[in-house]
C-alpha cells in the first residue's frame, strides 16, 4: 500500500466532529471530487474515490450525518493498474439543494460558486476539516524516506489560490504552479509538510516524518564527520609523504649527520613512523614536543632540501 493511502486510510477512519466540521469537510470533498447532475428536474450528485475508506467515510458522511439516501458503487479500471475505484451516488431526494448551497457550492438559482464560503473556514478546527476533506479528495504524501512532498491537485486556479490562502492561517506557504491543465499546489519542506499532517489529524504519519528526519540528521552528521576525518587523513599521508622526500633527499646529498641532532632525531622519528601525525610524533619524543615544534624541525629540514635542490 503506498504511503498516501495509509495516511488516508488513518484519516478516513477518525470520528467526526461537530456539524459545522462535517460540512466543510462534504463541502470539499464534493468542491473537489464531485458532480453535479440534472434528473426529472431535480439534483443528484456523485462523487468518486479511488481510496476505499475515504468512499467508506464519503457514505457515512452523506447517510448517517446528513441523512441522504446513497448507494455505492465499485468499479475497476480497464486499463494501467486496474484497480478499483468507488461511485458514490445521491439520487435525487428533499434536501440535497438545500445542503449544496450550505456546503457553498450552488446559489438559490442553482449557479455554481467558485468561491470557498467564509462561514465554512471561519474557525480554526472548521478549517482543519475542510483542509482534511481537500486532501481525502486531491491529495498525494510521499514516504519521507524517499523524499519530502506533498501535493494537492485541484481543476481551477481560482480555487487553488483560495486553498493557499487558507493555509496561510496556518503559516502554511503551499507552492503552486500549472502542469497539464491541473492545478498543483505542493510543499517540499519537512516542518511545513508535518504541520498539515497535524492540521488533518494523522498522528502515524507526523511520526514517520520525525523518525525519518531524525535519521537524515544522523545519516548527513556521520557522513560529515567521515568526510572531514578522511580529508584530514588524506592531508596527513600528503605531508608525510613530502616530509620524507626531503629527508631522503638530505640523506643522499649531504648525509643526516650533518644536521643537528633535533632534526636528526625527529627526520628518523619519521621514517620509523610514515603515517603517524605530527601530534603523534611529538608525543613519541623524549621529551614529548608539540605539534608546532615537530612542524617546526620539519620546515627547517624542507629549507635545508631547498638548497640542495638549488646547488
Same mark, same amino acid.
Given at each position: =500500500?503506498?504511503?498516501?493511502? $495509509?495516511? !488516508? ?11 459545522? %466540521?462535517?460540512?466543510? $469537510? ?32 464519503i457514505y457515512r458522511l452523506l447517510q448517517e450525518q446528513f ?5 455505492i458503487i465499485v468499479r475497476k479500471k480497464m486499463y494501467l ?16 439543494? @438545500?445542503?449544496?448551497? $450550505? %456546503? ?8 455554481? !460558486? ?11 478546527? %472548521? ?36 486553498l493557499q490562502k487558507l493555509c496561510r492561517k496556518f503559516k ?10 491541473? %492545478? ?12 498539515? =499532517? ?17 535519521? !537524515? ?30 629527508? @631522503? ?15 636528526? @632525531?625527529?627526520? $628518523? ?33 624542507? &629549507?635545508?632540501?631547498? &638548497?640542495?635542490?638549488?646547488?
Amino acid at each position: =500500500m503506498s504511503f498516501t493511502n $495509509e495516511v !488516508k486510510n488513518e484519516i478516513a477512519r477518525q470520528e467526526f466532529g461537530a456539524k459545522c %466540521c462535517r460540512l466543510a $469537510e462534504l463541502a470539499a470533498l464534493v468542491k473537489v471530487n464531485g458532480s453535479l447532475r440534472i434528473d426529472n428536474q431535480q439534483l443528484a450528485l456523485k462523487l468518486e474515490s479511488k481510496n476505499a475508506a475515504v468512499a467508506r467515510r464519503i457514505y457515512r458522511l452523506l447517510q448517517e450525518q446528513f441523512d441522504f439516501f446513497t448507494d455505492i458503487i465499485v468499479r475497476k479500471k480497464m486499463y494501467l493498474d486496474k484497480k478499483n475505484y468507488y461511485i458514490i451516488r445521491v439520487p435525487p431526494q428533499p434536501g440535497v439543494k @438545500e445542503i449544496l448551497i $450550505e %456546503c457553498g457550492l450552488i446559489t438559490d438559482t442553482y449557479q455554481l !460558486k467558485p468561491q470557498i464560503k467564509e462561514e465554512l473556514i471561519a474557525q480554526d478546527y %472548521c478549517a482543519r476539516s475542510y483542509l482534511r476533506g481537500v486532501f481525502l479528495a486531491a491529495g498525494s504524501v510521499s514516504n519521507p524516506d524517499s523524499e519530502y512532498h506533498l501535493e494537492l491537485t485541484v481543476n481551477s486556479e481560482e480555487y487553488a489560490l483560495q486553498l493557499q490562502k487558507l493555509c496561510r492561517k496556518f503559516k502554511i506557504d503551499l507552492k503552486y504552479r500549472s502542469k497539464n491543465g491541473s %492545478c498543483l499546489l505542493y510543499l517540499k519542506r519537512a516542518d511545513d509538510i508535518i504541520k498539515v =499532517m497535524n492540521l488533518i489529524g494523522s498522528d502515524w504519519a507526523v511520526l514517520q516524518f520525525e523518525n525519518a528526519r531524525v535519521y !537524515k540528521d544522523v545519516r548527513n552528521r556521520v557522513n560529515r564527520i567521515v568526510n572531514c576525518e578522511t580529508a584530514n587523513l588524506n592531508k596527513t599521508v600528503i605531508a608525510a609523504q613530502n616530509h620524507l622526500e626531503d629527508i @631522503e633527499l638530505v640523506d643522499r646529498l649531504q648525509g643526516l649527520d650533518k644536521l643537528p641532532a633535533s632534526l636528526q @632525531e625527529i627526520a $628518523e622519528l619519521r621514517r620509523e613512523n610514515p603515517y603517524s601525525s605530527l601530534k603523534e610524533l611529538g608525543e613519541l619524543l623524549d621529551p614529548p614536543l608539540s605539534k608546532s615544534g615537530v612542524n617546526h624541525r620539519l620546515r627547517r629540514i624542507k &629549507k635545508a632540501a631547498n &638548497k640542495l635542490k638549488g646547488k
